[in-house]
């Protein structure tokens, strides 16, 4: 609600300035805790919003009549890869349409590990080239140990080491918002927790959160239960709050045992830990052949090594033994689409592709692997109950995990208001607001967004209740979500009367390091 101030401005006490918008009319829905819908108006003047209260008596260059719609903030994506939307050469890439059309006014990128300790030189372009969408960015483990060490299954050096730390911490100073990780990934795999402590703990000292694509989200190799409590170990030993992305159990022989996750966690944060998670509401996974079915050893050193590994007689069956043991954990090839375009296996199942070559589902990913192919992949692997008990949590917020060739890319927040909001009543539209708003701004510290309030920056969204929806599928998965009919970025429209503008008012969201942990 409005300050008093704010107020007394509105209903006309001395000067009536004139703001720029005026969203009349609609119900609001601020992103705090505990919200209490309203009707009722919000004001924006320049990039802030001046005021949100029952009725503004105010002059504006252009009012929005939003009876009968939904007023948000923008909605906050922290696990996305738009990379290759914010770094286009494109104009009309870089506003990061799939994102906007959904609600979507600010992503984190660099994530599974994937963030580069650039980060200076990465927001620099984004300033200088314009951008639809405010980013945060990651410095990432991925990016740094196959710098420093290489693709090899070893620990790093004492020397090693230092450098690894000193890569974190120029990505820190540099305005990243914290470690990612994605220790399911080679050669990320091949690192043991004292490593990923002694990284964290410099994200820690500079006031950043420990992100994690955590190790194992079945029984491929540690265990689901045990990647979980090293990422809780990690946050601990390490001194730093633990996120959790795209939380989940993976493969029928796990269905089930999002229950046992949810209470290692709880009994976590009871005892005082700052663990927190995020999730997409699909029951496909985005993955690859090497990610999926390889066994970690056999990508020791990089595709050469590969390669050599499955021209050996021995050696090849025994990848094949364990590669068969994968797809028997993760309920089979019939449950593997191949996506994006331009292979002659996009678009099709993984055991459809074997039976047209002659081959065994085996056996026809690994000519792909040899053919140096997309290998990208969605597997069906997780199950409608696990979602929904993770969806309910207090502290599980909405990610896409978005990137090329998913639907959850143009298609999450939409997808999970319909059916788990309208269809299935898992969680109420307040809920998903503010899980997908506020909530998700206090876990990482955005400040001054994720929420409707005086003073804070103007990230808007007016949505229709009624057609807010996504719009493409697993074939058809670049389609824009409809329902949107207004977006601000920045008090700009992005959107406006549901079309898409040209504007690129997002900006780069460096994060402040703690005072005195920079040189």
């Given at each position: 609600?409005?300050?008093?101030?704010?107020?007394?401005?509105?209903?006309?006490?001395?000067?009536?300035?004139?703001?720029?918008?005026?969203?009349?009319?609609?119900?609001?829905?601020?992103?705090?805790?505990?919200?209490?819908?309203?009707?009722?108006?919000?004001?924006?003047?320049?990039?802030?919003?001046?005021?949100?209260?029952?009725?503004?008596?105010?002059?504006?260059?252009?009012?929005?009549?939003?009876?009968?719609?939904?007023?948000?903030?923008?909605?906050?994506d922290?696990?996305?890869?738009?990379?290759?939307?914010?770094?286009?050469?494109?104009?009309?890439?870089?506003?990061?349409?799939?994102?906007?059309?959904?609600?979507?006014?600010?992503?984190?990128?660099?994530?599974?590990?994937?963030?580069?300790?650039?980060?200076?030189?990465?927001?620099?372009?984004?300033r200088?080239?314009?951008?639809?969408?405010?980013?945060?960015?990651?410095?990432?483990?991925?990016?740094?140990r196959?710098?420093?060490?290489?693709?090899?299954?070893?620990?790093?050096?004492?020397a090693?080491?230092?450098?690894?730390?000193?890569?974190?911490?120029?990505?820190?100073?540099?305005?990243?918002?914290?470690?990612?990780t994605?220790?399911?990934?080679?050669?990320?795999?091949?690192?043991?927790?004292?490593?990923?402590?002694?990284?964290?703990?410099?994200?820690?000292?500079?006031?950043?959160?420990?992100?994690?694509?955590?190790?194992?989200?079945?029984?491929?190799?540690?265990?689901?239960?045990?990647?979980?409590?090293?990422?809780?170990?990690?946050?601990?030993?390490?001194?730093?709050?633990?996120?959790?992305?795209?939380?989940?159990?993976?493969?029928?022989?796990?269905?089930?045992?999002?229950?046992?996750?949810?209470?290692?966690?709880?009994?976590?944060?009871?005892?005082g830990?700052?663990?927190?998670?995020?999730?997409y509401?699909?029951?496909?996974?985005?993955?690859?052949?090497?990610?999926?079915?390889?066994?970690?050893?056999?990508?020791?050193?990089?595709?050469?090594?590969?390669?050599?590994?499955?021209?050996?007689?021995?050696t090849?069956?025994?990848?094949?033994?364990?590669?068969?043991?994968?797809?028997?954990?993760?309920?089979?090839?019939?449950?593997?689409?191949f996506?994006?375009?331009?292979?002659?296996?996009?678009?099709?199942?993984?055991?459809?592709?074997?039976?047209?070559?002659?081959?065994?589902?085996?056996?026809?990913?690994?000519?792909?692997?040899?053919?140096?192919g997309?290998?990208?992949?969605?597997?069906?692997?997780?199950?409608?109950?696990?979602?929904?008990?993770?969806?309910?949590?207090?502290?599980?917020?909405?990610?896409?995990?978005?990137?090329?060739?998913?639907?959850?890319?143009?298609?999450?927040?939409?997808?999970?208001y319909?059916?788990?909001?309208?269809?299935?009543?898992?969680?109420?539209?307040?809920?998903?607001?503010?899980?997908?708003?506020?909530?998700?701004a206090?876990?990482?510290?955005?400040?001054?967004?994720?929420?409707?309030?005086?003073?804070y920056?103007?990230?808007?969204?007016?949505?229709?209740?009624?057609?807010y929806?996504?719009?493409?599928?697993?074939?058809?998965?670049?389609?824009?979500?409809?329902?949107?009919?207004?977006?601000?970025?920045?008090?700009?429209?992005?959107?406006?009367?549901?079309?898409?503008?040209?504007?690129?008012?997002?900006?780069?969201?460096?994060?402040?390091?703690?005072?005195?942990?920079?040189?």
């Amino acid at each position: 609600m409005a300050s008093l101030a704010a107020i007394a401005w509105a209903a006309g006490a001395g000067a009536q300035p004139v703001a720029d918008i005026l969203i009349r009319g609609g119900t609001i829905y601020d992103g705090s805790e505990g919200m209490k819908p309203f009707v009722g108006d919000v004001v924006i003047s320049g990039e802030r919003i001046t005021y949100v209260g029952p009725r503004a008596n105010v002059q504006a260059r252009r009012t929005i009549d939003a009876k009968g719609l939904a007023v948000a903030p923008g909605f906050i994506d922290p696990h996305t890869h738009a990379d290759h939307f914010i770094e286009s050469r494109d104009p009309r890439q870089r506003q990061v349409p799939a994102w906007l059309a959904q609600g979507v006014t600010t992503v984190f990128v660099g994530v599974d590990g994937n963030g580069k300790p650039e980060i200076a030189e990465r927001f620099a372009a984004l300033r200088e080239h314009g951008v639809g969408v405010n980013v945060a960015s990651y410095v990432g483990f991925g990016a740094i140990r196959p710098r420093v060490v290489g693709q090899v299954a070893r620990a790093p050096t004492e020397a090693e080491l230092a450098q690894e730390k000193a890569l974190v911490a120029k990505g820190m100073c540099e305005g990243a918002i914290g470690l990612s990780t994605g220790l399911f990934y080679v050669p990320q795999s091949y690192s043991k927790t004292n490593e990923v402590v002694e990284l964290a703990r410099e994200a820690a000292r500079r006031g950043g959160v420990y992100d994690t694509h955590t190790r194992d989200y079945s029984n491929f190799t540690v265990g689901f239960m045990n990647s979980y409590q090293e990422a809780l170990t990690i946050g601990k030993e390490a001194g730093i709050p633990v996120h959790l992305s795209h939380i989940k159990v993976l493969g029928p022989v796990v269905w089930g045992k999002s229950v046992d996750v949810i209470k290692l966690i709880d009994d976590a944060r009871a005892a005082g830990q700052k663990v927190t998670a995020s999730q997409y509401p699909y029951t496909g996974n985005g993955t690859s052949i090497s990610a999926m079915f390889l066994p970690n050893w056999a990508l020791d050193g990089g595709r050469e090594a590969l390669l050599k590994r499955l021209d050996e007689p021995a050696t090849l069956e025994r990848i094949k033994a364990e590669m068969t043991a994968n797809l028997n954990r993760t309920g089979g090839a019939g449950n593997f689409l191949f996506r994006g375009r331009g292979e002659p296996w996009s678009n099709k199942y993984l055991d459809a592709v074997a039976k047209e070559w002659g081959l065994t589902p085996v056996d026809a990913a690994l000519r792909i692997v040899r053919q140096g192919g997309s290998q990208s992949m969605i597997g069906f692997v997780m199950s409608e109950e696990d979602i929904a008990n993770f969806m309910k949590q207090p502290w599980a917020v909405t990610d896409s995990d978005g990137g090329e060739g998913h639907p959850r890319e143009y298609g999450t927040f939409p997808l999970k208001y319909q059916d788990y909001v309208v269809k299935k009543k898992v969680i109420t539209l307040p809920f998903f607001i503010r899980h997908s708003s506020g909530l998700t701004a206090d876990i990482f510290g955005i400040k001054e967004r994720g929420y409707l309030r005086n003073g804070y920056f103007a990230d808007v969204v007016v949505f229709d209740p009624k057609t807010y929806a996504p719009k493409n599928d697993f074939a058809h998965y670049d389609v824009l979500a409809a329902g949107v009919t207004e977006l601000l970025v920045n008090g700009k429209a992005a959107i406006d009367g549901g079309r898409m503008t040209a504007v690129l008012s997002g900006r780069p969201l460096p994060h402040t390091p703690t005072p005195g942990t920079c040189g």
